[in-house]
């Protein structure tokens, strides 16, 4: 059993997830609304977060939802709400994006900590200490984040936490820790989820990842699968996709949940993996908790 903060973190998944369900019904007034036209910003995880709930919203039929590497947001664009997620509340980025679109419209942040400049940058927040993390890997962050949205679609998260209960258990198969490569593929919902399995591969076991839409996996993807690799195939399933994949000798993963119950599982492996290699997870190489840049960098 490691003893990484950020398998702490990890383990911890169920209960904070059942906290933000509790958090959205006492916020609800403050979280898009069906027929809104919203977008979410974020940075590295919480920009795929963002990514996982625009394709969610959107399949409920709740609204046009985009999503935005807080950097890339197009100011010109109008939305009914604007929904950054930022665990620190310090990140430049999303720091200046708030502040650009001013009091005219309609912003929400959701932060980490209470007393960050996050928590004031927006006319709306929604405040998640019990998910803040020590690590400079997002985990429980980021999905409390998701669980907290997904509430607010009227999502049953407890039903995710019970999931997420046997999830924390999982023991990652030597036979996927013998691989080298690892690609993640999803659809809707679950190109988000793979996206960030794939980035928390690279963060904390420096793994050569990489993440695709799975109908576009045979549009090129494929060519760099070999018996070095562990393909994942994560949520929704694409029919033949597993079939069609065999004949490259990757070992074909299928997570066939919720694709964040999957992602538990997709963090457990990212620790493992640098556990594997001699790696302390909760020092990723490069990598600060937060991204702060100086006026004349950003």
Request: aromatic fraction near 6%; charge should be negative; hydrophobic fraction near 45%.
């Amino acid at each position: 059993m490691s003893s990484s903060h950020v398998s702490a973190e990890i383990a911890s998944q169920p209960d904070v997830w059942r906290q933000a369900a509790r958090l959205a019904a006492a916020r609800g007034d403050v979280l898009p609304q069906p027929g809104e036209r919203v977008a979410v910003v974020g940075c590295g995880t919480s920009w795929f977060v963002a990514q996982a709930y625009a394709a969610r919203r959107e399949a409920l039929g709740l609204g046009e939802t985009d999503a935005f590497a807080g950097s890339e947001y197009p100011l010109e664009r109008r939305y009914d709400r604007v929904v950054a997620i930022t665990r620190s509340g310090t990140t430049t980025e999303i720091l200046q994006l708030l502040a650009a679109l001013g009091p005219d419209r309609r912003t929400l942040a959701i932060v980490g900590d209470p007393d960050s400049p996050g928590a004031a940058a927006a006319q709306d927040v929604v405040v998640m200490p019990f998910a803040d993390e020590r690590s400079v890997v997002q985990t429980r962050f980021a999905t409390s984040a998701l669980s907290l949205l997904r509430a607010g679609l009227g999502e049953d998260v407890d039903a995710l936490a019970v999931a997420a209960e046997d999830a924390v258990t999982w023991r990652v198969p030597a036979e996927i820790l013998a691989r080298t490569q690892f690609t993640f593929l999803g659809r809707g919902f679950g190109v988000g989820i793979a996206n960030e399995a794939a980035l928390k591969m690279r963060e904390a076991s420096l793994a050569w990842a990489e993440s695709y839409p799975a109908m576009d996996y045979r549009h090129g993807p494929i060519s760099i699968s070999d018996t070095t690799s562990a393909v994942f195939l994560v949520g929704e399933q694409v029919p033949g996709l597993a079939e069609d994949i065999a004949p490259t000798g990757a070992l074909v993963v299928v997570l066939d949940e919720d694709p964040q119950v999957a992602l538990v599982r997709l963090q457990l492996l990212a620790v493992a993996n640098a556990e594997r290699k001699g790696l302390d997870p909760d020092a990723p190489r490069h990598l600060t908790r937060s991204i702060i840049l100086e006026d004349t960098a950003s």
